[in-house]
């Protein structure tokens, strides 16, 4: 049992040092452990010790997660990127002499357009929000601040009363990495929000917490009771798509770009520290100003007629 004695130390390690130093949303981290969690029990299984891992070992665990779990190749990228900041954090605490994961690329992602809500639906969730209850005006700022800032949802579940400026309209959020950015939000959102401030949230506000979101016993809301809230609201409407609050940050993010926002503002206003992140998004636009395109110009595509 000696390959496995500090094996419960370093990746507690790990996990906190991803939520104290990285700030990582509590989702985040599960994920990073549950892919971490497989890799070792795989070891296990192998005999392998979890310090001395070499290159033929990964390209062997690759090969398992292909042709025996049929994962995907995004799923396979995933776990690599999640082992790779694993053993980063090895190699710099000393528990092993090198980042073996570095020596290899994961595999080429299949192409995945961001989902998103066209501006009717949304208009359909919103309605569908009763803000003569409080948590009916909680539930409709959420949805508001959401397509509003375009903020993560860890970061929504975190604002505080205190991070909003009301005369200027803008919130501070705290992001990945401790990082802090300023996020406008417009008339919509700040008529539902002081209309909560004054209403519903004094209602829930039971245990004088500093959150702006709260849930029905005062306490802060979570990231999955934001979830579970977003699936009762869809449930309202007839709308027949998958509800999540990162679908809303997309929203927000491929409105902008179709409106003519250009991508560096887009950037900054999610909050991505690359603008390749924000230039999947561009995908979206080019496909609907395509489809504009086709539909509006008047030599777009050849009459029937002349095509005889």
Do not use: W
């Amino acid at each position: 049992m000696e390959r496995y004695e500090n094996y419960n130390k370093d990746l507690l390690g790990y996990l906190e040092y991803l939520k104290y130093q990285k700030n990582y949303s509590s989702h985040t981290i599960l994920n990073y452990k549950i892919d971490i969690e497989e890799f070792l029990e795989y070891l296990n299984r192998e005999g392998l010790n979890y310090k001395s891992v070499v290159y033929s070992d990964i390209r062997f665990f690759l090969m398992y997660l292909k042709n025996e779990k049929k994962d995907k190749n995004s799923s396979v990228d995933r776990k690599l990127s999640s082992l790779r900041g694993f053993y980063q954090y090895l190699a710099n605490e000393g528990v092993v002499k090198n980042n073996v994961f570095t020596l290899l690329n994961g595999p080429k992602k299949e192409k995945k357009l961001p989902r998103y809500f066209e501006y009717n639906e949304l208009e359909d969730l919103f309605m569908a929000c009763d803000l003569s209850t409080s948590l009916g005006q909680r539930d409709r700022l959420i949805l508001e601040m959401l397509y509003a800032t375009g903020v993560r949802v860890g970061e929504l579940v975190s604002i505080k009363v205190s991070d909003i400026n009301f005369s200027s309209r803008h919130i501070l959020i705290l992001g990945k990495g401790n990082k802090e950015r300023i996020v406008p939000y417009g008339d919509y959102c700040e008529e539902i929000l002081k209309k909560y401030l004054k209403d519903g949230y004094l209602e829930l506000n039971k245990k004088n917490n500093s959150y702006l979101f709260l849930n029905n016993r005062g306490d802060k809301l979570t990231e999955r009771g934001v979830r579970y809230l977003l699936e009762q609201i869809i449930e309202k409407t007839s709308i027949q798509k998958h509800i999540s609050p990162h679908m809303i940050r997309h929203s927000f993010a491929t409105h902008l770009l179709n409106q003519g926002c250009d991508l560096t503002t887009v950037q900054k206003l999610l909050g991505h520290e690359s603008i390749k992140a924000t230039q999947i998004y561009t995908h979206v636009t080019t496909d609907r100003l395509k489809n504009v395109y086709e539909h509006s110009f008047p030599r777009a595509k050849i009459d029937d007629d002349l095509k005889k």
